[in-house]
């Protein structure tokens, strides 16, 4: 099957779960939990990612998948061939706040390198889409990233863990992006910062997320001519586009400097936890 069937077939997909994201946030009575202590999950998640592996399995029978609720199994990165990475709402916890910044994300990737990918945000109206080497596209309008060429003119997008425990090592690398940049934004959802990068209404984006975050919507900044990495070499056995932790996605002028900054601020961290040892 050619790459722009699979991104059709997924783009229908998408758009058809977040049909259910807007009848679920007309009539909220679904049900709340946390998972892992700290992670809000609706039940209305579990059903848009049920919904969205049977289509998948109807139009891509065998081929597996990698799904927050369904089926997050880290060992399925190791693996090669097919893989679908699916994100059935990419802001959960906007979603059940009334927020708008909900997403629906869909990737498919070959031998650990993803080919298609689409981004549907229902509340906003907006359906980013890419393939690989062929560019990416918000409502079937091609778009580029944008060229800002200096780190302290630069609005930057980042993001948290929601374990509380987990923030503190962030906040020296928050303070001195902050101190560097024209400001930062915070919208709750990877795969639309990751979007909004590549439309050029932010200039980059860094942030320690899970696979199905982000893989659709890094190929869709990639192809949008954004520069794509991470501030410390990927481990083995898992490739670039399915690894989560320090990603760093710019306007390509700006991304050196950015990734410069946030590893001198994690030196300077564990500098200062040396000396008060």
């Given at each position: 099957m050619q790459l722009a069937e699979?991104?059709?077939?997924?783009?229908?997909i998408a758009e058809e779960a977040g049909r259910e994201i807007l009848a679920a946030r007309a009539n909220p009575s679904y049900e709340k939990r946390y998972k892992k202590g700290s992670e809000l999950v609706t039940d209305v998640d579990v059903a848009i990612d049920r919904m969205i592996s049977q289509r998948l399995?109807?139009?891509?029978?065998g081929e597996p998948r990698l799904s927050e609720e369904l089926t997050p199994d880290r060992e399925t990165?190791?693996?090669?061939?097919?893989?679908w990475v699916v994100d059935p709402i990419d802001g959960t916890v906007n979603f059940a706040q009334g927020l708008p910044h909900v997403a629906v994300s869909i990737g498919w990737a070959l031998d650990g390198k993803i080919q298609v990918g689409v981004v549907h945000a229902p509340i906003l109206g907006e359906t980013f889409t890419a393939i690989r080497g062929q560019g990416a596209k918000r409502d079937d309008r091609q778009i580029r990233a944008s060229l800002a060429?200096?780190?302290e003119r630069s609005l930057i997008a980042t993001g948290f863990p929601y374990r509380r425990d987990g923030r503190a090592p962030l906040l020296r690398r928050f303070s001195a992006v902050m101190q560097n940049c024209q400001d930062i934004r915070r919208c709750g959802s990877a795969a639309l910062d990751l979007?909004?990068?590549a439309c050029g209404r932010l200039d980059a984006y860094y942030e320690s997320v899970s696979p199905w975050?982000?893989?659709a919507g890094l190929l869709i900044a990639r192809e949008a001519g954004a520069r794509t990495g991470h501030v410390y070499a990927c481990p083995e056995g898992i490739t670039e586009d399915l690894y989560g932790e320090n990603i760093v996605v710019a306007a390509p002028d700006i991304y050196s400097s950015l990734r410069k900054l946030l590893k001198d601020a994690d030196e300077a961290r564990h500098?200062?936890?040396d000396a008060a040892s």
């Open positions: 699979r991104l059709a077939i997924a783009t229908d399995e109807q139009h891509f029978p990165l190791d693996q090669r061939g097919p893989l060429s200096r780190l979007c909004n990068v975050d982000f893989a500098a200062g936890d």
